[in-house]
Each structure stands twice: as structure tokens, then as C-alpha cells.
Nanobody, 124 residues
Framework: QVQLVESGGGLVQAGGSLRLSCAAS????????MGWFRQAPEKEREFVAT????????YYADSVKGRFTISRDNAKNTVDLQMNSLRSEDTAVYYC?????????????????WGQGTQVTVSS
């Protein structure tokens, strides 16, 4: 069992930056690939970024590539999402998730645990 708690969301102007953090409790954090997803109002949840168990591999949605960076610290049981050059279309609730997959995964159905989400609002 893994519990995930996101933090760092807020209101930011377009072009600005935010850093989201996800703290994991439970056992064997380093056994899970981790991912970030987001859901905007009246839209389906979508993949943002994922990172392998060791942090050696990452994968991003095309919409955030070059602007967002996912990282993890297995000693601290955290996974972060650095978001730069934010746009109004990045406004959403952002979710952290953990997957037992051995590789980074972009499919939400392959994730086993989810956080409660943190709101990110980008004003134009």
C-alpha cells in the first residue's frame, strides 16, 4: 500500500513556474514507476509525465515536453514536477500516481495508487 500526497499547486501567471511535489508513504517507494496526470474541468484525465523506478528514464506528453521536468528522490520518497513557461491550458488538477510497472508508463489504468490532487491555475 502506498499513500501519495501532492503539494505545491497554486495560482501563477502565464509564463511563470511552479514546482509540484508528491510525498509517498508506505513501503518500497523505489519499486514503483511514478507519474503525473492532470484533469481540466470537463475534460478527461490526461498523462503528463512519468519516471522509472530508478529515475533513469523519463517520458513526457508532447504538450509539456521541453517545459516540464519530472524527477524523484528515492531516499526521500518524493517525486517532483517542475513546470516552466506555464500556459493557461496547463490549468488543471494535477495528480501523482504510482505504478508497479517496471518501466515508465503513460496509461492511467496501469497505475495502482493515486493522490488526491493539487490545483494549478494559470492566469493569462
Amino acid at each position: 500500500q502506498v499513500q501519495l500526497v501532492e503539494s505545491g499547486g497554486g495560482l501563477v501567471q502565464a509564463g511563470g513556474s511552479l514546482r509540484l511535489s508528491c510525498a509517498a508513504s508506505g513501503r518500497a517507494f523505489s519499486s514503483y514507476a511514478m507519474g503525473w496526470f492532470r484533469q481540466a474541468p470537463e475534460k478527461e484525465r490526461e498523462f503528463v509525465a512519468t519516471i522509472s523506478k530508478t529515475g533513469g528514464s523519463t517520458y513526457y506528453a508532447d504538450s509539456v515536453k521541453g517545459r516540464f521536468t519530472i524527477s524523484r528522490d528515492n531516499a526521500k520518497n518524493t517525486v517532483d514536477l517542475q513546470m516552466n513557461s506555464l500556459r493557461s491550458e496547463d490549468t488543471a488538477v494535477y495528480y501523482c500516481a504510482a505504478s508497479r510497472s517496471t518501466a515508465p508508463v503513460s496509461l492511467s489504468r496501469l497505475y495502482d495508487y493515486w493522490g488526491q490532487g493539487t490545483q494549478v491555475t494559470v492566469s493569462s
